[in-house]
C-alpha cells in the first residue's frame, strides 16, 4: 500500500510503501507524547525505507532525544531520528540506523485513509500521564514498556499485511 504523508504547513511531502498500515500501537513514552502527542500519546506506523520518497528536504529538522541508560542511568543520545517540518512542527517519521531497512510515521502525518485496527496496543504505559485515557477491555494489550511482538508480527499474526 503506497502511503501519501505531509506536514499541515505544506512545505513538506513524503511517500512510502507500506504492508503493515494499521495504526494499533499507541507509545505513551515521554518523547512522543511531547513531540507528537497531543492526547499523551502519539502512533507510529511502518513503512519500507527504499521505497521513500521526500519533497521539501530543506524543510525538515531531527531531533535526537537523551534518553537514561538502562543500566548505567547516564543519559545518552537516542539512536532514534525524529523527523518533523522545521516550518510547522509537524511530526513527520522516525528513523533509526539499527533498523535502517524501515522508516516509522507518524500515522498522524498520513494523508492516505489507514485501515481502522480492530484492536490496539497501549506501550510504555509505566511513562503514561495520569491525565491521558488509557483505552482498556477487550482488543487492547496492555505493555508497560515495549510489547513482544513486533509491527511487523502484529500485522502477520492477524493476516493483515497488505502486499
Ligand atoms: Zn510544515
Not at 503493515?20 to 507528537?36: D, G, V
Not at 485501515?115 to 488509557?134: G, T
Not at 511482538?149 to 493483515?160: F, N, Q
Amino acid at each position: 500500500m503506497r502511503l501519501q504523508g505531509s506536514c499541515h504547513c505544506g512545505a513538506v511531502k513524503f511517500s512510502v510503501d507500506s504492508h503493515t498500515p494499521y495504526p494499533f500501537m499507541r507509545c505513551y513514552c515521554s518523547i512522543c507524547r511531547k513531540t507528537a502527542g497531543g492526547g499523551g500519546y502519539a502512533i507510529n506506523i511502518m513503512g519500507e525505507t527504499k521505497s521513500f520518497k521526500l519533497k521539501g528536504e530543506k524543510n525538515v529538522s531531527v531531533y535526537r532525544a537523551r534518553i537514561p541508560d538502562e543500566k548505567t542511568g547516564k543519559r545518552k543520545l537516542s539512536s532514534a531520528r525524529r523527523h518533523f517540518c522545521r516550518k510547522c512542527g509537524s511530526a513527520l517519521w522516525a528513523w533509526d540506523p539499527s533498523w535502517k531497512e524501515w522508516v516509522y510515521p507518524f500515522a498522524s502525518a498520513i494523508d492516505t485513509p489507514l485501515p481502522k485496527p480492530l484492536e490496539e496496543v497501549e506501550m510504555m504505559l509505566d511513562f503514561a500521564v495520569p491525565w491521558a485515557e488509557i483505552p482498556s477491555g477487550s482488543g487492547h494489550l496492555h505493555f508497560r514498556r515495549y510489547p513482544e511482538e513486533s509491527i511487523a508480527d502484529w500485522h502477520k499474526k492477524r493476516m493483515l499485511d497488505v502486499p
